[in-house]
């Protein structure tokens, strides 16, 4: 160890005896100052505007255009240029010979000269642990053990580099040669998980090889044994066949003899990498203080929940707009997206099966193919594709495991229970469109739990959970496209007919009461009341000015203005009025909570004004109401009132009259009412403006007033439910979100990052250089 360590300390004078080692160091101090001071200087500017910081701590680390994601951008243009030498200039200079003659093996003259790469890569981290500790004094409650995380991640991946250059430059005596090999082998590795994917066994080891994206998960603050055992397993691979190289200088060997050792470090190593990257024996470290990385407490509790094992079966149709995230050159990349899952269930299969069948949602088949049958439509596709048809069942053969008609036979997942149960993940039409955590999480607890039965009454003019018109609620209650429709976040939705015989189910655990434009019948009142006696929630919709919905909440002790709430904004109609949840609503749930804290409203187009009546019994509280603030990109203050004359809102202006009783206030638009009937708390919640939610109703037009009507859906229904449906992923908001510094104080930091330090570097290279010269 001793003579490595010479060797090693010999390299390192020998770097920084020469410019090439000072120059790249320079360079990579004022490139990553430029950059991390650009991020501060910016967050900044949006901070003292008003525009809201959130975890700063990631976003300026190991966000999308965070630090350490951008050195990683040009970190393998500045490795090549050093390692380049390494051996290459052994060999020019003839002074290989004396190693050879020297007490030293290659594998002490290879390590030597890794450990001192490893020590100039230590310095280039200790430049990036200056940002970090920038952080430190300038981030209000600074998250630092993920952004550590991340710096230990470039570090490794510097090692890396620096095994990968050292034995292309082992393996030629030109510098400039050493350094393009390096780049070759570098895009080569990054490019690997592209290669042979459609061969089951052998993507495996491909996509375990690549390079491309392996220090994402530290920049995001998460350790996983795998990418910690990739570069280990990568560079001990490379300094392998270092050694290999140079040893085959001072020893005689067939050239099979040669290649049958490389072969057989590598098969080494790609078994260790196969032996590593199975789930079963991954282990992880989150280090955010959210925990960002993992699954929430709920989520990991359902999972818990789930014995035996599990299938997760992937239907691929052809013909699908959607079919390309399951091809087999995308399957490991597809397999990515239930990572997090895998985790707590290791043993969890991954199955995907391909067939081509009618799909709903892709028009340009038909179109493109008229008059063809569906199978010289499919063959059509797949040559288009470059896929082998072979792979794709015809619809008949599908058919006979199972029936996907009813999901349209789009892109759809199947998970599926020892016992039978199962559970199905689809696409949304949105722009995140596959599942996040909460509709994983719902389909899954739908098989270890009985979730909410929730009947939407019918039969007396209210919207329906079936049509398409702009009133109806079709949407968020059973749109399988609409990650947010309740049918998506585990409940049984139905419609509700009481008329004649039929009566409310004993098993039903939420009414939906909504618009009504006629009054029930006595039979039906009755059903309705024993209902409520017994202690059934509701959620109760409005119609402004319907007598028939006032009388019905006046049972809870709630009333309603008369009158239409009016809200005058630039270029939106006065009657659209924008909410935002109480303290009272806020506390019910984290969804609530959400809204104030994302800074958006819940825009309603025909709300009313709700009020307390006489007491029936019904503690009550508001839950969303209008509010009288100022938005960062509005120069308008939000003022309500009850407006009692005009009635064209798109031809008449309003004006507050409080002659006639309009007065500015804050309004309440949304009320929950409580009591406990038989040792549970009966929960109502009374919505002023049906609309709000409908189909027409979820994507208001307010411009530049940030609306998320949407929001109220699992808000509403997590409370009803108690809890139980939707999910709650959300986790505790961060708490790094201000930005304490000055302008000043950051152009004299940027001065010092940029200008100081780098000069200071170039004056301490001008000084060993020349000394060294004159020696």
């Not at 950059?35 to 966000?63: D, I, R």
């Not at 015809?394 to 036979?409: H, M, Q």
């Not at 002790?557 to 109609?573: A, E, T």
Request: charged share 20%; with cysteine.
């Amino acid at each position: 160890m001793r003579k490595t360590l010479k060797i090693a300390k010999a390299e390192l004078y020998t770097l920084f005896y020469s410019p090439i080692a000072w120059f790249i160091l320079i360079i990579f101090a004022f490139q990553t100052g430029m950059v991390f001071m650009e991020l501060m200087q910016s967050t900044l500017k949006n901070q003292l505007t008003g525009m809201p910081q959130v975890a700063l701590s990631a976003n300026l680390y190991g966000g999308q255009f965070g630090l350490l994601i951008k050195i990683q951008e040009y970190l393998h243009l500045y490795l090549p240029l050093l390692t380049m030498g390494l051996m290459s200039r052994e060999y020019s200079s003839g002074s290989i010979k004396l190693l050879f003659s020297s007490p030293v093996n290659p594998r002490q003259i290879i390590l030597g000269k890794f450990i001192a790469m490893m020590g100039y890569g230590l310095l280039l981290t200790l430049i990036i642990l200056a940002y970090v500790l920038v952080g430190a004094f300038t981030i209000e409650n600074y998250d630092i053990t993920p952004v550590l995380i991340g710096v230990l991640g470039i570090y490794l991946l510097i090692c890396a580099y620096a095994a990968i250059g050292l034995f292309m430059s082992s393996l030629t005596s030109y510098q400039v040669v050493a350094a393009l090999g390096t780049l070759v082998v570098l895009s080569a590795l990054a490019y690997m998980n592209k290669v042979w994917q459609d061969m089951e066994f052998v993507r495996e080891i491909t996509y375990w090889l690549s390079l491309s994206g392996r220090s994402l998960e530290f920049a995001k603050g998460l350790i996983c044994s795998e990418d910690v055992l990739y570069f280990v397993i990568v560079t001990g691979m490379f300094l392998g066949f270092s050694v290999l190289r140079v040893r085959s200088f001072q020893t005689f060997d067939t050239k099979a003899g040669a290649w049958g050792r490389y072969a057989l470090v590598a098969a080494v190593a790609m078994t260790l990498g196969y032996v590593t990257s199975r789930p079963m024996i991954m282990a992880y470290y989150d280090g955010t203080r959210t925990k960002y990385n993992t699954l929430t407490p709920n989520s990991q509790e359902v999972v818990a929940k789930l014995e035996g094992g599990l299938t997760i079966t992937t239907y691929v149709n052809l013909l699908d707009r959607e079919y390309v995230h399951g091809i087999p050159s995308n399957v490991k990349a597809d397999m990515e997206r239930l990572r997090h899952y895998i985790r707590f269930k290791p043993e969890t299969k991954m199955k995907y099966v391909y067939y081509y069948d009618k799909p709903s949602n892709n028009p340009w088949v038909d179109n493109k193919f008229k008059g063809m049958s569906l199978e010289e439509q499919a063959k059509e596709v797949a040559d288009l594709r470059d896929l082998n048809f072979k792979l794709f069942m015809p619809p008949a053969e599908l058919k006979k495991t199972i029936d996907l008609t009813d999901e349209g036979n789009t892109f759809v997942r199947v998970v599926e229970r020892e016992n039978g149960q199962k559970a199905f993940l689809r696409i949304y039409e949105d722009f995140e469109k596959f599942p996040s955590e909460s509709e994983i999480t719902a389909a899954l607890k739908r098989m270890v739990m009985k979730l909410p039965r929730i009947g939407f009454l019918q039969g007396h003019g209210e919207p329906t959970i079936k049509g398409d018109r702009i009133r109806d609620y079709s949407m968020f209650s059973d749109a399988k496209t609409f990650r947010y429709a309740l049918t998506n976040q585990g409940c049984d939705v139905e419609s509700l007919d009481i008329s004649g015989d039929q009566g409310i189910p004993e098993d039903m655990d939420i009414v939906v009461i909504s618009d009504m434009d006629n009054a029930l019948s006595p039979a039906e009142e009755q059903k309705i009341e024993a209902y409520i006696a017994k202690g059934g929630n509701l959620m109760v919709a409005l119609k402004p000015g319907s007598k028939v919905m006032n009388d019905f909440i006046a049972r809870f002790g709630i009333g309603v203005m008369p009158g239409r709430l009016v809200q005058p904004k630039q270029d939106v109609l006065a009657n659209v009025v924008l909410s935002r949840a109480t303290a009272e609503g806020a506390a019910l749930n984290s969804f609530f909570q959400s809204i104030n804290d994302r800074r958006f409203f819940i825009g309603m187009e025909n709300a009313a004004s709700l009020i307390p009546l006489a007491d029936k019994g019904f503690v009550l509280k508001p839950i969303l109401r209008t509010d009288s603030v100022k938005l960062y990109s509005s120069p308008d203050t939000l003022q309500t009132w009850n407006e009692l004359e005009t009635r064209d809102f798109v031809n008449d202006s309003v004006r507050c009259n409080p002659a006639i009783g309009e007065q500015i206030a804050w309004h309440t638009t949304a009320m929950g009412a409580t009591r406990d009937v038989a040792g549970k708390q009966q929960r109502v919640f009374v919505l002023s403006d049906a609309g709000t939610v409908s189909n027409g109703g979820l994507n208001p037009v307010t411009r530049r007033w940030p609306t998320s009507n949407f929001s109220i859906i699992p808000g509403i229904f997590n409370w009803l439910s108690d809890g139980k449906i939707p999910v709650d992923v959300t986790r505790p908001f961060p708490t790094d979100n201000t930005l304490e510094a000055t302008k000043d104080g950051l152009k004299r930091l940027k001065m010092v990052f940029t200008v100081v330090i780098p000069v200071g570097m170039l004056l301490a290279a001008a000084v060993i250089l020349i000394r060294r010269k004159r020696r």
